[in-house]
């Protein structure tokens, strides 16, 4: 079973309201990801990270912006929420000792910006 | 632009019936994974393929990785409605990132 927490699981906020997507994981995982998933099932990849205080940006240009100052801890965070930003967002960590790791995930934070 | 193509986007079969999901890349892979999400959740690991002609299987499903490593297929022998659900292929980006990057995904509905 994949120790990595995503909180919250659902989230319907205010346009314009600043929000912080969490994102753990207790396996020492140096790489994590963070996934915008459309309604149609496509993953894009917005964020990344190699490890702790490495971030770049992923394919899919997002207005958010995440930290790691922990390697257990990836958080994502929307300055100004927006209707554009209503999607799943999926986080994910894997073992950064080589290519060939699975990547773990967690259950998603469903977002609806009204 | 998409990296990985899935086919077919979506299928929907009677139970029992034996079903196949493509997955293809331009591009030689470091290592193919199969991964299975049901509606509004996180991704389950199924399967990872590493080498050219490698096959591997997980009670009724199986997964194969061609000897070029740029094309794979998901089989399900006997298909069941806990089978239905999201399947995507994932892949390393062949750079020195390695990101994980992953198909469109194909959509599976098993009818009883």
């Known amino acids: 079973e994949a120790d990595i927490y995503q909180t919250p699981r659902y989230l319907v906020i205010g346009t314009g309201k600043k929000i912080t997507l969490e994102c753990s994981q207790t396996?020492?995982?140096?790489?994590m990801y963070w996934y915008q998933q459309d309604p149609g099932m496509e993953l894009h990849l917005i964020h990344y990270s190699y490890g702790v205080n490495s971030t770049e940006k992923g394919d899919l240009s997002s207005e958010s912006t995440v930290s790691r100052i922990r390697t257990e801890h990836f958080p994502l965070t929307l300055e100004s929420a927006r209707p554009s930003h209503t999607s799943q967002y999926l986080c994910a960590s894997s073992d950064g000792g080589g290519v060939y790791t699975e990547a773990f995930f967690g259950q998603g934070t469903r977002l609806t910006v009204v | 632009s998409q990296e990985l193509e899935q086919s077919p986007q979506s299928l929907i079969v009677q139970e029992g019936k034996n079903l196949t999901i493509n997955c293809t890349s331009s591009?030689?892979?470091?290592?193919l994974y199969w991964y299975k999400q049901k509606y509004g959740e996180g991704l389950i690991f199924l399967m990872m393929l590493q080498k050219g002609g490698e096959e591997k299987s997980h009670e009724k499903i199986t997964a194969k990785l061609d000897e070029k490593k740029q094309q794979s297929s998901l089989h399900i022998t006997a298909s069941q409605p806990s089978h239905a659900g999201i399947y995507l292929c994932g892949a390393a980006r062949m750079d020195s990132s390695y990101k994980l990057i992953f198909g469109s995904g194909t959509r599976l509905l098993v009818r009883p």
């Open positions: 591009k030689t892979l470091y290592g």
């Open positions: 396996m020492g995982h140096d790489k």
